[in-house]
């Protein structure tokens, strides 16, 4: 499994590999081992997926706050998707900086958004779904959002980003200025 880090701290991508034939192919999509040496201890309680049914659909920024912080795993079996991990961790010197990649079923990727981050993505295909492990169950209480066109963080969208697919909890997320420290770095 190739893992690649970035200059944010604590966000990783995972590309699993694959061994293939005549008939398909074979990969580990995931390994604690691998994956605790990169990122630490976390153990994963519950794996949620969701379907974009039109090209565009942004969902996000969503994140949950303490006592029900979550993790996420994230990849892409069905078409394509843009995601993105923004650091809003309090006193980080990343924080409002994001990530970004482009996870499909052929590249196998899979970004680690670690709690203290907010998670979004936008559908580059129809019928794109998302499937992500989490550290957290859901919690209704804890679920909180940061607007996904803050021009502070200044996330560089793809194209096929359209605004009017945000459901209406999206489309009334408060900007990073206004979010409260829910989180704190910790640092090296």
């Not at 996870?103 to 203290?116: C, D, E, I």
């Amino acid at each position: 499994m190739q893992v690649e880090l970035f200059d944010i701290p604590d966000v990783a991508l995972f590309t699993p590999r694959k061994i293939a034939d005549d008939r398909g192919y074979f990969a580990e999509t995931f390994r604690a081992d691998v994956f605790a040496q990169h990122c630490g201890e976390h153990v994963f309680v519950q794996d949620n997926e969701s379907l974009s049914a039109a090209r565009g659909t942004i969902r996000g920024l969503h994140f949950q706050i303490p006592p029900h912080v979550q993790g996420k795993l994230v990849r892409c079996t069905a078409g394509a998707l843009f995601d993105v991990a923004v650091d809003i961790r309090a006193g980080s010197p990343t924080y409002g900086q994001w990530v970004g990649e482009t996870l499909t079923p052929g590249n196998g990727r899979q970004l680690w958004v670690p709690p203290g981050f907010a998670h979004g993505f936008c559908a580059l295909e129809p019928d794109t779904v998302i499937c992500y492990k989490v550290t957290g169950y859901y919690s209704a209480e804890c679920d909180m959002g940061l607007a996904f066109d803050d021009p502070r963080i200044a996330i560089d969208w793809p194209e096929a980003a359209d605004p009017a697919t945000l459901s209406a909890k999206d489309r009334n997320q408060p900007k990073l200025a206004d979010l409260p420290d829910h989180f704190r770095y910790e640092g090296a």
